[in-house]
């Protein structure tokens, strides 16, 4: 079956630092892929669309200058939480759309981010 | 924004019972689907039903979809402690695009051996 890769799987880092995760489609080509964020013991809230070759479409309420998107290639999508802060704590999944499987959406392992 | 909305959030049953688990949504959509979250892990997909259909099964799991009354059931029959985990239903959404996936709140189910 499609496999779609997250990395990291975790990560600590101090409040200010850049954090970047990854999100890589192992089989098949994703021009479109997702970010969603999941808090503790809540749903998974979509923060935006990436999107291949073009600019990230950004739900109401994300911050685009701290979530920084880039789909540069069809298997790759990477997500970058800038100057973060203990706030941006979070559990972060992507998701990776192939289209002509009936499932069609995919997703990865996720990211769990601590910011200290 | 979340569409979808789950009922009950939180459900305990004994080992060998039947789960069942609610899902409303708010707008028109092509397909609902259900999914499974173990605790700190991703999503698993359980199973898709599209809006023309009314009832899937597979395996131990059976859905339902009510168009009319904008809501789908999830039932997991003979369940096991394995099947320990949050369940959540997503939706896409006709006015904005076939694919982008909302989901709801989730119910969370334990399964007491």
């Known amino acids: 079956g499609a496999v779609v890769s997250q990395h990291p799987s975790r990560v600590i880092c101090k409040s200010g630092t850049s954090v970047k995760i990854e999100c890589r489609s192992l089989?098949?080509?994703?021009?479109?892929m997702f970010w969603y964020r999941q808090f503790p013991k809540k749903s998974l809230m979509l923060m935006a669309t990436?999107?291949?070759?073009?600019?990230?479409?950004?739900e109401q309420g994300v911050e685009k200058d701290k979530f920084l998107i880039n789909h540069a290639s069809l298997t790759l999508s990477t997500l970058t939480v800038t100057s973060a802060h203990p706030e941006d704590s979070s559990f972060y999944i992507c998701?990776?759309?192939?289209?002509?499987?009936?499932?069609?959406?995919?997703f990865g392992s996720g990211t769990q981010l601590s910011v200290l | 924004s979340q569409q979808g909305e789950e009922d009950p959030q939180a459900l305990s049953i004994q080992e060998g019972e039947n789960a069942t688990m609610n899902c409303s949504y708010k707008?028109?959509?092509?397909?609902l689907q259900w999914y499974r979250q173990n605790s700190g892990r991703g999503l698993v997909h359980l199973i898709l039903?599209?809006?023309?259909?009314r009832e899937k099964h597979s395996g131990r799991l059976r859905v339902t979809l009510d168009t009319s009354k904008k809501s789908s059931s999830l039932l997991i029959t003979a369940s096991r402690a394995a099947d320990t985990a949050s369940y959540f239903c997503?939706?896409?959404?006709?006015?904005?695009?076939?694919?982008?996936?909302?989901f709801g709140p989730g119910t969370s189910l334990s399964v007491i051996p």
């Open positions: 998701s990776a759309i192939r289209q002509g499987s009936e499932e069609k959406l995919f």
């Open positions: 089989d098949f080509q994703a021009t479109t």
């Open positions: 990436s999107n291949e070759g073009s600019k990230a479409t950004y």
């Open positions: 707008t028109s959509i092509n397909n």
């Open positions: 039903i599209r809006s023309n259909e």
């Open positions: 997503a939706t896409d959404d006709l006015k904005t695009s076939y694919d982008k996936v909302i």
